[in-house]
């Protein structure tokens, strides 16, 4: 064979080995183009190479250099298109495949509940009117849950059927226990310990039997306001409650109270704040009543104070327009994952 | 209590719009729940709090209405012509349970004419929803409506021995009410009987043996007054609520006792005959005498912050019924009506100041006093763990404090003792207070599996309820986790959250065995030689019990405990300028040796110098490193604060590392 034959043959290699290894758009058509030139049994490289046994001996060191730098080529132009390949194109490359639309890879995030979002956003905004946050006892007793905050010995509230009564903390404790009926509770155990002034909000599970249904739930959260001082007035209750509205919805409300009757708080009120051109209804509220100071040690003719108290559960409801408040405590992952 | 606008104008004019009455009722204690039409007629339908029963009668309404509008108040005499007859030669009444019944009168009424009620009243009647009867029944009904005290007219001829004896039930004891339906009652009911049987359950249902029919002539008219707890407790027990039982509950004026009586026998006499015998029967006691109640004037703008005119404010109270007694510059004093049992003190007195003068003449935009709140380092705390808990993709959850008894014994870590059990349950079957609050998660997951939702990953805060021998439980904070991953992926997550709150927390791992947690796979965690948690991996039984067809890794963790070891202010530490440098390190140990016995050994053997150590992996090929071996890899990294290391310093710490390892492991370097 010739070697002008042999040297042609060599550029002609790399030339297509060029173009293949260039064309191959992903790897699976550059692997493909790999076996076909640089195959170890019968790649075309191979097969060239087979042609300078067939080489006059005096020609044989100029073919084999050429040989081996085409080989080098060959395989150099191979790992670039890998290169290539595996860096998306290059900087430069144009219509590379990259497809921009694809999703990203995003971590799994986690949701906190609406009802703690809520009651994070509640003591949030009663922080800053300066009420710090109290929390007590679940399991509570009599005192606490009802004859500190006047509720007269022989009130219906007090029925074993309005209340969760604890069957065997009964008889080790000799009187009854009970889960807690409302956050009043913790109320009443910050006064006992606080000398006036006090201002706090108390939070946390309240217990009913009430038969679930979609307005119901025997468990629920409470978040209850307490501020007691000399000269504490209804005017500063309405005040402060117009101030924690307008943080919370945002905008200029207004108060309404509505009469109403609770044993702790004397007047007692509903409030309802102005909302979307009517009224809604917000909570109860009242001043405390001048039982429910001396119950703590308080003198009410020295001090006064105000309570009111809101459900978290409707506020949120209200929120974000849920429309069931068993959903609340059903724990499906696509329920919680909207908050 | 629905009220009807043609009704209520009988005693007060009403000169206002509807809408108008309805508003001012609703801003003056009355709320008002809707109003409906009912031939010419208006049903306006209120809500009446349970400290006000004088407004379960048009009278009661009709004076608020009379108080607000000012407008004049006509209340029936009810001064029914008495024949001669004395009412004790026909009838008598006997009460042997005064804690039950503490006053019952009678009247008897003979000769009348039972038939339908005139068209009026049927009207009237209609308006509130009650179907007529008959002339007597819509009486006692009307009555009722009108000043809130039920009566209740027995035939008189079927009350075996002309008496009423007042007695308290005997338990098991059966009663056929007028609804025709057969009862058994208990002790604690107060039961009307006559000489030989039941004939009434006392202030909740009349008897079926002693109805007013269409031939009864002779009539006994009860009006009584009943303890209102046992009346609540029968009709609850026996599902017999009615607007009697209703009324009884919160307590009539005991002065209206008579009235009603009267009432009642004047409209008898006037639409069905008959003649009404002389006096009455009243066994019990008599409405005690109201205590008189000062109002110190200066008390009503301490309370309200606004000033009320002292004339309005003497106005107020006597238009309300109130009989002032004294009056001077700082003060008023008076007697409350019988009607109103709820106003005893000078703060009751101010409230009706309020709500008659009106709340809205209260300002909301008076200056509060700035007080500091300072945020509680458990909610900051917590605030950290949700964020790192949500950011490592966990849910929070929410579960009821109450399980039943298969969850509350699936797991119980924290205490052996029996859990505290409600008389009632929260929900179906869930009557013990929880003490972990893994068992709820995993019931949650099953939720989220029965609804084919793949990724359950969940987390709660909330309490668990430690009982001790005596006094309230221990109320104790927790955090459980709940995942489908494995034991490694909880435990990243339970060490995000220690690093959230204090990068150098150490956690120490000891081995625990429990029912529900895999063999091997569950653990103590410890920080600090406190008892942290427990993390482990859910049992093939655990899954079964609670219908799981996926695995599932549980932790619970005492947040006391994270409070504890949390470091809110974190202190400034000057970092070393000069350059680090790596090295791994391979080493081929016993399978018996745990990773942190290797930390232990290369953190005190690396120096001051050794900055980090971080495990890569873990090997297992018998063929290559022999059986019973793994090779450990993990890096090192080595900076100064005085200099740069040299390769060459740095490849001696290495070298002593894997000298220590070697010594006290039995550890070789793989090479």
């Not at chain 2, 009943?226 to 509950?249: C, G, K, N, Y």
Request: hydrophobic fraction near 40%; charge should be negative.
């Amino acid at each position: 064979m010739a070697l002008a034959d042999f040297l042609a043959d060599l550029d002609s290699l790399l030339t297509s080995a060029n173009a293949a290894f260039a064309a191959a758009a992903d790897s699976d058509s550059l692997e493909v183009a790999r076996v076909e030139f640089l195959g170890a049994k019968s790649g075309r490289l191979k097969t060239v190479q087979q042609g300078l046994g067939k080489i006059d001996k005096p020609d044989k060191p100029a073919a084999g250099k050429k040989l081996n730098e085409v080989k080098k080529a060959i395989t150099a132009a191979f790992e670039q298109a890998q290169q290539n390949l595996s860096a998306g194109g290059g900087e430069d490359a144009g219509d590379d495949g990259f497809d921009p639309t694809l999703p990203g890879r995003r971590a799994r995030l986690g949701h906190i509940h609406p009802i703690t979002q809520t009651i994070e956003q509640l003591k949030e905004i009663m922080g800053r009117l300066g009420f710090s946050v109290a929390e007590g006892p679940e399991v509570e007793d009599k005192w606490h849950n009802f004859d500190a905050l006047n509720i007269p010995p022989i009130h219906p509230a007090r029925s074993e059927l309005d209340n969760f009564y604890l069957a065997t903390a009964e008889k080790a404790a000799g009187e009854p226990m009970l889960l807690r009926s409302q956050t009043s509770t913790v109320q009443i155990r910050v006064m006992e310990k606080t000398p006036p002034p006090v201002r706090i909000i108390s939070l946390g599970r309240v217990y009913r039997p009430d038969t679930a249904d979609a307005t119901h739930y025997p468990m629920f959260h409470q978040i209850e306001g307490l501020m007691v001082d000399r000269g504490v007035t209804m005017a500063d209750l309405k005040s402060v409650l117009r101030l924690f509205a307008s943080s919370f919805l945002g905008g200029d409300v207004h108060i309404r109270f509505r009469p109403s009757f609770f044993p702790f708080t004397e007047p007692s009120v509903e409030v309802d704040i102005s909302w979307q051109g009517g009224w809604m209804e917000m909570g109860g509220a009242g001043m405390i009543d001048p039982n429910v100071l001396r119950a703590v040690g308080y003198d009410p003719d020295e001090v006064t104070g105000f309570a009111f108290g809101l459900g978290v559960e409707r506020i949120c409801m209200s929120r974000h327009q849920v429309t069931d408040i068993r959903e609340f405590y059903r724990n499906d992952v696509r329920f919680l994952e909207q908050f | 209590m629905i009220v009807s606008w043609n009704w209520l104008k009988q005693y007060v004019p009403l000169a206002m719009s509807q809408e108008e009455l309805e508003t001012r009722l609703m801003m003056s204690g009355l709320n008002h729940e809707g109003t409906e039409t009912v031939g010419d007629d208006l049903a306006i339908d209120l809500e009446v709090s349970s400290n006000r029963p004088d407004c379960l009668g048009h009278i009661g309404v009709a004076r608020e209405v009379a108080v607000l509008w000012e407008q004049p108040l006509s209340i029936p005499a009810a001064s029914p012509a008495e024949g001669s007859t004395p009412v004790d030669d026909l009838a008598s009444v006997r009460v042997d349970c005064p804690q039950l019944c503490s006053r019952y009168t009678a009247r008897v009424i003979r000769g009348v004419k039972v038939g339908p009620s005139p068209q009026w009243m049927v009207r009237r009647l209609a308006t509130l929803g009650e179907a007529s009867i008959n002339n007597i029944v819509d009486i006692t009904n009307y009555v009722l409506y009108e000043c809130g005290q039920p009566l209740h007219a027995f035939d008189l001829p079927e009350l075996i021995g002309g008496q009423i004896i007042v007695r308290e039930a005997t338990k098991g004891e059966k009663f056929v009410a007028i609804n025709h339906k057969t009862y058994e009652l208990e002790a604690g009911m107060c039961v009307i009987a006559d000489a030989e049987r039941a004939v009434a359950l006392g202030g909740v249902m009349g008897g079926a043996n002693t109805e007013v029919l269409d031939e009864t002539t002779d009539l006994l008219i009860e009006s009584a007054a009943f303890d209102p707890i046992s009346i609540r407790t029968t009709a609850r027990r026996l599902v017999l609520h009615s607007p009697s039982s209703h009324r009884f509950e919160r307590q009539p004026d005991p002065v209206g006792i008579d009235w009603a009586s009267r009432r009642c026998c004047e409209l008898i006499l006037e639409l069905a005959g008959g003649e009404l015998a002389a006096g009455a029967i009243d066994v019990g006691e008599q409405p005690a005498k109201r205590e008189p109640v000062v109002l110190r004037l200066d008390q009503i703008e301490r309370i309200l912050g606004i000033r009320v005119d002292r004339e309005e404010v003497r106005k107020i109270l006597t238009l309300l019924g109130n009989e002032e007694i004294k009056a001077d510059e700082a003060r008023v004093e008076v007697i409350p009506p019988s009607w109103r049992s709820d106003l005893t003190r000078e703060i009751d007195l101010i409230e009706e100041v309020a709500r008659i003068h009106g709340y809205d003449k209260i300002p909301e935009d008076v200056s509060v006093p700035m007080a500091p709140s300072a945020r509680r380092d458990i909610d900051r705390v917590l605030e950290k763990v949700r964020g790192a808990l949500v950011a490592a993709g966990y849910d929070e959850a929410l579960t009821p404090s109450a399980v039943d008894a298969a969850a509350s014994e699936a797991f119980s870590p924290w205490s052996d003792a029996d859990p505290l059990r409600l008389t009632t349950p929260i929900l179906r079957g869930a009557d013990l207070l929880r003490r972990s609050l893994i068992p709820s998660l995993l019931a949650a997951r099953h939720t989220n599996q029965s609804l084919a939702n793949p990724v359950i990953e969940l987390f709660e805060v909330a309490h668990v309820y430690l009982p001790t021998p005596d006094g309230p439980p221990r109320e104790e904070s927790m955090l459980a986790i709940a995942g489908g991953g494995d034991f490694f992926a909880v435990k990243g997550a339970i060490e995000t959250v220690l690093a959230a709150l204090n990068p150098a927390a150490q956690l120490e791992i000891r081995p625990m065995e429990h029912a529900l947690l895999r063999r091997g796979h569950g653990v103590e965690l410890w920080l600090d030689g406190q008892l942290l948690g427990y993390l482990g991996e859910v049992s093939e039984a655990g899954l079964k019990q609670f219908q799981l067809r996926s695995a599932a890794t549980v932790a619970e963790i005492h947040v006391t405990a994270l409070e504890a070891a949390a470091v809110l202010i974190p202190q400034y530490a000057r970092q070393s300028s000069f350059p680090a440098i790596d090295r791994d390190v391979n080493l081929v140990v016993d399978e018996s040796v745990r990773w942190a016995e290797v930390a232990a050994v290369v953190e005190a053997s690396g120096g001051e110098l050794l900055e980090s150590l971080s495990f890569q992996d873990t090997f297992r090929d018998e063929a290559k490193l022999g059986p019973g071996k793994k090779s450990l890899l993990f890096s090192t990294t080595f900076r100064s604060a005085e200099g740069t290391l040299t390769n060459q310093q740095v490849d001696e710490i290495r070298e002593q590392i894997v000298a220590a390892c070697e010594k006290k492991l039995g550890a070789q370097l793989r090479a």
